[in-house]
């Protein structure tokens, strides 16, 4: 019941980005306690008593460029520690033969696999509403698309999240390391239907995979374009 | 300068004003000043009620909100997503553009401005009356927007572009343009209100009031002005231009007519950070003015202090990006807003740590506008610690749109500038109605204000952990968040309590005013020059001559003076001369 802390971490990177969260929770917890402590020790000793003045001092040059320095120090070292997550994370794309095309509407995520013939546009493309099936241990790239307002692709447990825009396609990727099933939620808001915008990554290990693939992927497929089966349920309920 | 001041003299024989010019569309800085007052806090019960009314539906969603089925009456007072959307939206709106602004930078940056630095009102008084009638104007065109067919507007105070700049996305059609319209007109306010106050620092001081002894609370309300100047125009400008998209069907942010959904993004938060800091500042000068006065010590490093602040206002117009690191914008260009960030943490805390030094080997009293200064201290260093997880990129890819950032606004704005208000109201109270606060009631608010807004926003950074998304309309939709929804629960429950905690203010605030015992001219032994005027001040503030300034605003405790006190004013002579 007391749940407080990170969701499970299940992607390559995740750990990167724990890491660094831990270590600013670490330096900021840190620093918080001194000066709560230091405030509160300070309103005590330094009580209005009768017979005592206060100090006549209008600063200390030492001190001030100490606690200017110690923290730009500190904040330097988180920069250095930043970027290279950052880089790795957002500005790389490892090289993958694996790519999803995630095109966002006001309220679903649309899935699209290139089918057989492993490109996009063509008649075997297959789409999916608010579900994606990907494999353990494997470089995912997921190329996000909207067709109205600003989406956003957040997996928490993949430490994930990509603001999708109309207009524009993003390349991203993750790597998942453990089988499971994952919600994927919208997280930004784009409209009435904002909340409860949510799909669920399944990942699965690579026997399970290729086998849902055969079934659902390499299946006689109808022709591209033609709306999956659950989809009119869900038009009504974003009509609404 | 002495052009203007000859012209007040002249008017200092014949200022009968009828009630018209008196209360209501008075150029007199100080009343002007009481309007912004109250403008802000009459539309803090409005942001208030919302707030309560979002709280209700996270604890407990599609509940009936008690007392809400007098207004939603087809649904008996249980909220839709269309109307949950609109809650948030106009929550943030109103509590950021017409409570904390009117109140800090409208209210007491009109009245402290000319009484601090020893003018006899501002530089352009009608263009002052102006700023204020914009600002009621801007007001009820929000409010407005609440009574238009399809509702106001409702998608966040960010108004992210294309949800806010196409109608069929939301449906809301008046609501959002009455927003845009009334922002473009606050911007023109804000305007008016920030040349006025420059104009007054740079050339209405006192005879000896050089910049550096002005008090940082003015340094603070000067930075501010700056920041509106170069800021709003901005927003006024984007304001324009959405409106354009969805009434005369530009393109300007609508891709499938050319246009870029991120020119917003920038846009707005090129007026968005600086913001931040408009709403701060301000309450960063107060408690500046408040510490030294209840240590009975001066300010630690006053050069440090203003140039910090100096520095934040430079770098607020460099920072903005780390609003937008997942945003789609080149994540090279994030590279740089991390720095730039980090780097804008330093003034503040070197503000904080001049703080604590003020109190080091001070005598402290722990009265009202003091307990209030120290929250702010306190809470504003939760809210810059927990920037620091957001200006890390990779850990701010997690927390984005997350409860996060909703504790850590919320501890900047609420622990932040309203804290300096409340602060300030008590401290300035005295001078602003000539009549003194209950001291009961006074703790009577802060103790559970400070306790139950520590229960209401400090389990927010821990759902934000957990990835609860902001601008959800029910939690209970997403399995990852239900074991999370107790603190749902617990916060609500909290919020419940702060609003029940205002309640001693609100009857303080209005008994005081009416039957509070009568100030005395400098209640608190402070030094700084508005306390050498009558309380409140009348019309040109000081009878005869204006103030002469001698010395720096905080000279508390120096050695060989008898009282515990040096004000501004004393002559070199006399001072040098009680020395023994
Ligand atoms: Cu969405
Ligand atoms: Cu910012």
Not at chain 1, 81 to 87: D, E, F, N, R, T
Not at chain 1, 142 to 161: A, G, T
Not at chain 1, 189 to 198: A, I, P, R, Y
Not at chain 2, 410 to 437: D, L, Q
């Amino acid at each position: 019941m007391l749940d407080w802390w990170l969701p499970e971490n299940v992607s390559t990177y995740g750990k990167d980005i724990d890491w660094l969260f831990q270590l600013i929770y670490y330096i900021t917890g840190a620093t918080l306690v001194l000066v709560s402590v230091a405030l509160v020790a300070f309103l005590w000793i330094y009580r209005d008593r009768p017979g005592r003045r206060a100090r006549y001092t209008h600063g200390s040059t030492p001190l001030e460029i100490a606690w200017t320095v110690v923290p730009a120090l500190i904040l330097v070292l988180l920069t250095a520690l930043s970027v290279p997550a950052w880089s790795r994370i957002k500005m790389t794309q490892p090289d993958t033969d694996f790519v999803v095309e995630v095109t966002a509407k006001q309220f679903n995520w649309q899935i699209t696999y290139p089918g057989p013939d492993g490109r996009f546009g063509t008649a075997d493309d297959k789409t999916l509403l608010d579900e994606m099936h990907v494999p353990v241990n494997k470089v995912v790239r997921v190329v996000l698309k909207s067709q109205d307002v600003i989406h956003s692709f957040f997996v928490p447990q993949f430490r994930m999240k990509q603001d999708v825009v109309p207009g524009r396609e993003i390349a991203q990727w993750f790597e998942a390391t453990k089988p499971g099933k994952y919600e994927l939620p919208c997280a930004e808001l784009c409209g009435f239907g904002h909340s409860g915008m949510k799909g669920w990554v399944y990942v699965h290990t690579p026997a399970d995979y290729a086998k849902w693939a055969a079934e659902t992927l390499t299946a006689a497929t109808p022709p591209a374009g033609d709306a999956p089966r659950d989809e009119p349920r869900r038009e009504e309920k974003a009509k609404r | 300068m002495s052009v203007i001041s000859a012209s007040a003299h002249a008017h200092v024989e014949h200022h009968e004003l009828g009630f018209l010019r008196t209360y209501v569309f008075s150029t007199d800085h100080k009343m002007i000043g009481r309007q912004f007052l109250f403008l802000g806090l009459m539309m803090m019960i409005l942001g208030g009620a919302l707030a309560l009314v979002i709280r209700w539906q996270l604890a407990w969603p599609e509940t009936p909100v008690p007392g809400l089925g007098l207004i939603l009456r087809e649904t008996g007072g249980i909220l839709e997503p269309s109307t949950y959307n609109m809650a948030f939206t106009m929550h943030a709106t109103i509590m950021i553009f017409f409570v904390v602004m009117p109140i800090l930078a409208g209210g007491f940056g009109n009245f402290l401005i000319p009484l601090m630095i020893g003018a006899r009102d501002m530089a352009f008084p009608v263009l002052n009356m102006l700023s204020f009638w914009a600002a009621f104007v801007a007001g009820i065109l929000m409010l407005a927007g609440f009574f238009v067919p399809g509702g106001h507007a409702a998608a966040g105070w960010t108004s992210y572009a294309p949800l806010a700049s196409v109608v069929e996305y939301t449906g809301v059609n008046w609501g959002q343009n009455l927003w845009l319209i009334s922002l473009f007109v606050l911007g023109i306010s804000s305007m008016m209100g920030s040349i006025n106050y420059i104009t007054t620092v740079i050339n209405m001081r006192a005879p000896g009031m050089s910049m550096f002894r002005m008090p940082l609370v003015i340094w603070s309300l000067f930075i501010t002005a700056i920041l509106l100047l170069l800021a709003l125009p901005v927003l006024t400008s984007a304001a324009a231009m959405m409106l354009f998209d969805r009434v005369l069907g530009t393109s300007w942010f609508r891709p499938s007519g050319g246009g870029e959904p991120l020119l917003w993004q920038h846009l707005f938060w090129y007026f968005g950070h600086p913001e931040v800091y408009i709403l701060i500042l301000p309450a960063m000068g107060i408690a500046s003015e408040i510490l030294p006065v209840f240590a009975r010590k001066p300010i630690f490093g006053y050069h440090a202090m203003a140039f910090s602040m100096i520095a934040i206002a430079f770098l607020s117009w460099v920072v903005y990006g780390h609003h937008m690191f997942v945003s789609g914008m080149n994540p090279a260009l994030g590279m740089a807003f991390t720095v730039s960030t980090m780097i804008i943490a330093v003034p503040s805390a070197i503000k904080t740590f001049n703080w604590l030094g003020t109190l080091w080997g001070g005598r402290i009293r722990l009265t009202v506008p003091m307990l209030n200064a120290l929250a702010f201290v306190s809470m504003f260093v939760i809210g810059g610690l927990s920037g620091i997880f957001m200006a890390s990129t990779p850990v701010d890819i997690y927390i984005q749109d997350t409860y996060y950032i909703v504790a850590h606004i919320h501890y900047v704005v609420f622990g932040g500038s309203i804290f300096g208000a409340f602060a300030a109201i008590y401290y300035w109270f005295p001078k602003m109605f000539g009549r003194m606060t209950n001291r009961a009631l006074g703790h009577l608010h802060f103790w559970p204000t400070f306790v139950f807004f520590n229960m209401t926003f400090f389990p927010m950074h821990i759902l934000g952990i957990g990835g609860h998304m902001r601008r959800i309309y029910n939690p209970l939709q997403y399995e990852f968040l239900q074991p999370l929804q107790w603190w749902n629960v617990l916060i609500t429950i909290g919020a419940i309590g702060l609003g029940l905690a205002q309640l001693p203010f609100v009857i303080n605030f209005f008994w005081s005013l009416f039957a509070g015992p009568r100030a005395p001219l400098n209640p608190w032994n402070a030094t700084t020059l508005e306390w050498t005027a009558p309380s409140p001040p009348p019309h040109l503030n000081w009878g005869g001559a204006l103030p002469t300034v001698y010395r720096g605003p905080y000279e508390y405790s120096v050695p060989e003076w008898a009282e515990d006190f040096l004000p501004q004013t004393v002559p070199a002579a006399r001072a040098g001369a009680r020395r023994h």
